[in-house]
């Protein structure tokens, strides 16, 4: 079976993940952060309550409702997690 797969990239890197776990007035957020040489500066956000995850950099934050698709949130959501997400991504 493994001859049958055409691999894409299969590559392995040191990275730094930073847990954090806040109480918003909206929700509670429990993050996965971590940091990649792999996204060109962007950080990987996982939500470990719900699984999803999105690759973030600062232009990211800034477009109009991505943070609310990415991670299925409400736009007061949305803005708790991006006011924290702004002290972490550069």
Do not use: C, W
């Not at 040191?14 to 040489?37: C, H, P, Q, W, Y």
């Not at 792999?38 to 470990?48: A, P, S």
């Not at 999105?54 to 109009?64: M, P, R, T, V």
């Not at 409702?65 to 997400?85: I, T, V």
Request: hydrophobic share 40%; net charge negative; glycine share 6%.
């Amino acid at each position: 079976m493994a001859n049958d797969l055409f691999f894409l990239y299969d590559e392995t890197e040191e990275t730094k993940t930073r847990f954090v776990s806040f109480m918003g007035e909206a929700t509670r957020f429990d993050l996965a952060i971590t940091t990649t040489n792999r996204f060109y500066g962007k950080k990987l956000v996982i939500n470990i309550q719900n699984g999803r995850s999105a690759i973030i950099g600062d232009d990211d934050l800034k477009e109009e409702g991505y943070l609310e698709y990415a991670f299925n949130l409400n736009d007061k959501e949305a803005e708790e997690l991006r006011s924290f997400l702004h002290t972490v991504i550069p």
